[in-house]
């Protein structure tokens, strides 16, 4: 079991990474957010349902595209402190045996 010091200093470790992140995620889409409000103060009351919907989830991915690109260059930087989790591999199904099928 871990120590209690140990812990803590890892989730301090984290808190301060997870802060620089916020302060890169915020600069890249910047513009979006600012692009969104200009759209959402220039449409009328009937234009914000609709097709005023589906131009607002548009900028929301291309501002989700933008949290991605910018999250992936740090990393390849080296910007990140914290390694990423290993992933398991997934266990392998059990083969059917002759080739036969199964009726469930």
């Not at 802060?19 to 915020?26: A, F, H, Q």
């Not at 914000?48 to 131009?55: M, N, V, Y």
């Not at 990140?80 to 059990?94: C, D, G, L, Q």
Request: charged share 30%; glycine share 8%; net charge neutral.
């Amino acid at each position: 079991m871990e120590d209690l010091q140990t812990v803590a200093a890892c989730e301090a470790d984290q808190s301060a990474e997870v802060e620089r992140v916020v302060g890169l995620v915020m600069k890249a889409i910047e513009g979006d957010v600012r692009k969104i409000a200009e759209a959402m103060v220039t449409k009328r009351d009937d234009q914000l349902l609709g097709p005023g919907e589906f131009d607002l989830r548009n900028k929301v991915l291309g501002m989700a595209r933008h949290i991605v690109e910018a999250t992936v260059n740090d990393r390849k930087k080296g910007g990140i402190e914290v390694p990423a989790r290993s992933v398991h591999a997934a266990a392998k199904t059990p083969a059917l045996s002759g080739g036969e099928t199964r009726r469930s």
